[in-house]
């Protein structure tokens, strides 16, 4: 199995902006959520976590975003970092087939510093990682 991406789509409200993707990973969630939920996996394809506690309620410091808490935790389901100036971020997790992932990806943010282009790029670096570790 090899990773997708697919469509990421934006709804705008406003000056808040909702992105989604659906991303298809080659390995399973077990192997997947250490990516998405330690400091070392998220900054080998988002950005160094400078702090991270977690549980829900903890401390988060995203280096390119800022710092916050974690306000979804779920071990090996749900991550949900909502960070001053870089809005809500939340990985959702679901079992794929036999032995991968998909990725249910929201990003919630206000301004222009995000894009749809900036996070498949991103996450094309994870499942890269991925593929590389199976």
């Given at each position: ?61 995203l ?12 071990v ?19 079992r ?24 498949r ?14």
């Open positions: 199995m090899t990773g997708s991406i697919e469509q990421g789509t934006i709804h705008t409200r406003g000056n808040t902006h909702i992105l989604h993707f659906l991303v298809r990973l080659p390995r399973p969630m077990e192997a997947v959520w250490p990516a998405l939920a330690t400091p070392e996996g998220l900054a080998t394809w988002f950005t160094p976590a400078d702090l991270l506690e977690p549980r829900l309620g903890g401390a988060v410091t280096r390119d975003l800022g710092s916050g808490h974690v306000t979804a935790w779920d090996d389901r749900v991550a949900e970092y909502t960070v001053e100036g870089g809005g809500r971020i939340r990985f959702h997790l679901e794929d087939g036999e032995d991968g992932s998909a990725l249910r990806f929201t990003h919630e943010f206000q301004g222009d510093g995000e894009s749809e282009s900036r996070w790029g991103r996450f094309e670096r994870l499942i890269d990682q991925l593929e590389r570790h199976a």
